[in-house]
């Protein structure tokens, strides 16, 4: 019998928060610290076995945990909005509230907003994503992999995260903007500030330095599309800024978005955590070796890691009316976490779905990239970067190890899982020439 949860103006409570009735696993989850940061899974399972939705008090979210109750959620925009996607992270204070009322509002942003104006948004960004627009990255990529994986193969040790997985993706979102390679840096950190404020919890004193470099970031933008206005080049930022021929066009404000959160902030930052991730997998399991020797296995085990592991463990959508989901009767307002991280290992999604299994007949369809309006617009590009720098270390690295009782420095925003290190070490001599 579904849980009844009542509105607002009956109790005097926010729509989100439960009623005495609703169940209150959710209370114990914390995606920021402790073990369902470690290792979230043992605590995953539970949820689905014995409360697929349950109130969170501490995130003021219901918890979603089945598969098939979040892929009806993401087929269904029109009763559960994507609105609030970019107000979950930090509380802000009014200090930092002024210094962005300063720049442009976070209207635009294709992760927060639903259909209509996310298809008219969704399909002139689609323009820059055409499989060979992507397949054009193809050079850029070898040639940046191989510069960095080449500055530490006959080392013996290196730490992949910090000196490929974070330094590459950056670099290849920004070539195919055009962007110039010099501001690397700087494009990193404002980015980072723009995520940390949307999806973290930043205290109150670091928020100013922050929203300066949202700030920052957004004047950049400006800055580069009035240049490519004036002297459009053969880059993503060009090809944005073009009128279709229909006479649709991005105005000032959509393109600042963008070029500035969806890309340049948000084009890279899930691409770091799926390669440090897949190597990582990759070590642990004793895959290397079977990789190395057959390279046609390399994309199916991006894919099964992917789903058995997922770096993009989360989404939020928010209830337009009324609804039951997952036994549990919502009202309009309801704010909802799905968790894409429960989801991928839910049984009903695949066999033994506990498992990473590089013997699978096929990859199920997981929720790594999402599903529906809002699948993922870069999936593509991240695929392939994961795919060619993986088979670059392969034809480097011949035995790599990771390094015993390292720690991975593992941290979670609300939608993204992270390392901040990944240490391995190999024999050099073994090690395959280019």
Known sequence: MPVTVQKQ????????????????????????VGPHVDNPHPFFERLRREEPVTFSPMLGMWLVSRHDDITRVLREPQRFSSRDMLSSGTRLTDEARDILAQGFSLDHILLGMDPPDHTRLRRLMNRGFTPQRIASAAPLIERKARELVGRFAQRGHADLLEELAYPLPVHVILGVMGVPEEDT????????????????????????????????????????????RRHPREDLTSHLIETTPEGD????HELVMAIGASMLSAGHESTTSLMANTWKLAMEHGLWKRL?????????????GSRWDSVQHAMIRTTTEDVELGGVLLPEGARLLLLYGAANRDESLCPHAHKLDLDRDKVPPHLTYGRGTHFCLGAPLARLQVQLTTNILLDHLEAPRLVPGQDFGIWQSIVLRQMKH???????????TP
């Not at 391995?424 to 001599?429: A, L, R, Y």
């Open 9 to 32: 103006e009956e109790t005097g409570v926010p729509a989100h928060a439960p009623a005495s009735r609703c169940p209150h696993l959710g209370a114990q989850y914390n995606p920021f």
């Open 185 to 228: 840096w700087n494009i990193k950190r404002w980015s980072a500030d723009w995520q940390a404020l949307t999806f973290e919890h930043v205290p109150p004193e670091k928020q100013p330095e922050m929203a300066r470099g949202v700030l920052a970031l957004q004047r950049y933008c400006v800055d580069l599309i009035e240049e490519r």
């Open 249 to 252: 066009t991005m105005s000032l």
């Open 292 to 304: 190395r020797e057959d390279r046609a296995l390399v994309p199916k085990f991006i894919e099964e």
């Open 422 to 432: 990944l240490k391995v070490e190999w024999t050099p001599s073994t090690a395959a």
